[in-house]
């Protein structure tokens, strides 16, 4: 089997992808999803920035305005930053562990389908009726009383999606744990696959409150069961405590890759070996955990009194302390490192400050008597975006031009990259920076419109023009995105030259089971100990060469999840609905409901069940085999021309 084929019709690539089970395809498969949503998600900020840039617009209605509020927090979080901090997960940390594959690769094809699908499931919502409109947290108070079917939408289509994410992070758990080189203990791991294996735990105990959550809100607009009804018995604040245990570890389930992706950038690009690995995985730990503990900050205006708001100001204000020693490492890394300042090395650089900015506002908030005053004020918008955007979306875009040769055997142009990046994050400052001050000034966030004459119309009018700015810096990178594909390809390892860890110690383009022998890890930077020592194929090896076993294709995944997606669209249409009985939404007949959702639970049963009696043992690689893909690669890096047969 060779990675380099001869050409296949449009037909059998596509073919390809829906059955693929091969990490470096379903990672490709996660940013190109990442990047659509990202996109869409970017669209709703500009109309509502438009909006805002004038006061009393009526650019849109008030309406819209919380539909595109809703899924734009929705989408950005759930459905853009989590799918492409997977893609890296998916591309990179296999190759950093020495391993030829995740630990479940049908898992891993799963999971990507029904993220994908409960994600297109939930903007269907757009054309069936309306989006959520109650907020991308989706307060009881709010989404219990939403006419029509905007909020069944956000309850199913996460309700698919988070399964998804879910079985993605077992599986990264399982094969970090399992599957790692000959040699490479814990304290040799890279740094990003620390805070894969951290995220991926801090995903298996935040998803099941967010789980148990959506279907007590599902059962209670479905049947009116009033789990969160305070007018019938039951309290809408064990919403916010179910969304917010969930809510908060997903900030570090997003930030915590993003901190590992930069400390795999900062110490190639400063040509140095990270200082204080040892108390950087402490710290990565420590903030998982502690993650946990820091929930109700999101809630000191909801009267749980002075003790219970004094122990979540305190763990608050404890969460800084390892996020500050990480701070410190990366500048200490930088400090006396021979710098060569790259497109990755730029976003690393202008990522210090800026989330530096976001977590001392942070801090701030995290003083129960100032929150009080700046909860529910452009204050929190500011704060909260100088996280997202400053830590995580500047990791993601650094880490794009940084993997780009790994994952595509191309670069992106480095001076459009350049562009791409001043002119994004000056937009960024422009946007949020400004938006403090909006904040201070009394400014509510999640409205619509706002009368002139109050002091905030050029405050406004600036953050406007800052969103219009990153969108451009936007439409940049994917311009360089596609442009790369037809750009010269790399055609070898280390395309940076200072490379450190495993994944760079392989020829691009990578064969289908990445590694023909089992390398052997003889000390942390494991590349670089190999280059020291002058050896040019950058591994030595743990085996000699022998059969490679490797995991079938399967549509299974695929199919699975378009089972899910009838089924919610029997639950969304339930006759038995409140909305539907109070005439504010429509429903069907028992019927067609019933069988909706039967027939989609059933067929992915069914497929379950076909699965579980298949005898699925792969393939083997035979040696023969693999010396024909490696000499194929070889003539393929020499001369250009694709040769080989699959």
């Not at 438009?50 to 509020?69: H, R």
């Not at 990003?192 to 951290?198: E, N, P």
């Not at 938006?435 to 004459?453: D, K, N």
């Not at 609905?577 to 019927?591: F, I, M, R, S």
Request: charged share 10%; aromatic share 16%.
């Amino acid at each position: 089997m060779s990675s380099v084929t001869q050409k296949k019709g449009f037909g059998a690539h596509v073919w390809d992808y829906l059955t693929t089970v091969d990490h470096k395809k379903i990672a490709i498969m996660y940013l190109a999803a990442g990047t659509l949503f990202f996109a869409i998600a970017g669209f709703e900020a500009l109309l509502m920035r438009i909006q805002l840039m004038f006061p009393e617009s009526t650019f849109i209605s008030a309406g819209l305005f919380n539909e595109l509020l809703t899924m734009h927090g929705t989408t950005m979080l759930f459905l853009a930053a989590t799918p492409i901090i997977f893609a890296f997960m998916n591309a990179v940390v296999p190759l950093q562990i020495g391993a030829r594959d995740v630990a479940f690769p049908f898992l891993n094809s799963l999971g990507f389908w029904l993220f994908f699908i409960g994600a297109v499931f939930l903007h269907l919502s757009f054309f069936l009726g309306g989006a959520p409109d109650a907020g991308w947290t989706s307060y009881a108070s709010l989404s219990l009383y939403s006419p029509g079917h905007g909020i069944d939408f956000y309850i199913l289509g996460l309700q698919i999606s988070g399964a998804g994410t879910l079985i993605s992070g077992i599986n990264f758990i399982v094969t970090i744990i399992t599957m790692r080189a000959p040699g490479m203990t814990f304290m040799r791991m890279p740094l990003f696959t620390w805070t894969t294996l951290v995220a991926s735990s801090l995903i298996l105990f935040a998803f099941p409150p967010l789980t148990g959550g959506l279907f007590l809100m599902l059962v209670d607009r479905m049947f009116g069961a009033n789990f969160f009804d305070h007018t019938m018995g039951g309290n809408t604040i064990i919403w916010e405590h179910l969304f917010w245990i969930f809510g908060h570890p997903e900030v570090y389930i997003l930030v915590l890759p993003a901190f590992g992706l930069f400390s795999e950038i900062i110490p190639v690009f400063a040509r140095k070996r990270l200082f204080g690995y040892s108390s950087m995985v402490f710290a990565t730990i420590l903030i998982g955990f502690l993650g946990f503990m820091v929930w109700a900050h999101h809630m000191f205006t909801v009267g749980l009194g002075a003790t219970a708001n004094a122990i979540f100001a305190v763990a608050t204000m404890a969460i800084a302390v390892p996020t500050g020693m990480k701070v410190f490492n990366w500048i200490l890394t930088i400090w006396g490192g021979s710098i060569k300042v790259t497109v990755p090395m730029l976003y690393a650089l202008g990522f210090i400050p800026s989330f530096v900015a976001g977590g001392v506002t942070g801090v701030m908030q995290a003083t129960a008597p100032l929150d009080y005053q700046l909860h529910d004020s452009y204050f929190i918008v500011a704060h909260f975006h100088y996280v997202i955007v400053g830590g995580i979306v500047t990791g993601l875009f650094g880490s794009a031009h940084f993997y780009w040769p790994i994952m595509f055997n191309r670069a992106l142009n480095p001076k459009l990259g350049m562009i791409t990046f001043w002119m994004f994050f000056i937009g960024f400052h422009l946007t949020f920076f400004i938006q403090h001050f909006l904040g201070l000034m009394g400014m509510p966030r999640r409205v619509f419109t706002y009368m002139e004459g109050q002091g905030w119309d050029l405050f406004n009018f600036i953050s406007s023009i800052g969103a219009i700015m990153m969108g451009i810096g936007v439409v940049l990178l994917v311009i360089d995105a596609i442009l790369s594909i037809k750009s010269e390809p790399v055609n070898r390892r280390d395309y940076w030259g200072d490379g450190r860890s495993l994944e760079w110690a392989l020829e691009t383009p990578l064969p289908f089971y990445n590694f023909k022998q089992t390398p052997l890890i003889r000390g942390y930077d494991p590349y670089w100990i190999e280059k020291e020592e002058g050896n040019k194929e950058g591994m030595v090896y743990a085996e000699p060469l022998g059969e490679i076993h490797m995991p079938n294709n399967s549509i299974l995944p695929f199919i699975m999840s378009i089972g899910m997606m009838i089924a919610a669209f029997g639950a969304l249409y339930s006759p038995w609905g409140d909305q539907v009985q109070a005439g504010t939404a429509t429903g069907t007949t028992p019927a067609i409901s019933l069988a909706l959702m039967i027939g989609g639970l059933g067929l992915t049963i069914a497929c379950m069940i076909i699965r579980s009696f298949k005898d699925d043992l792969g393939f083997h690689v035979t040696v023969p085999e693999i010396e024909q893909v490696e000499a194929d690669l070889a003539h393929y890096r020499a001369t250009g021309n694709k040769g080989g047969n699959k």
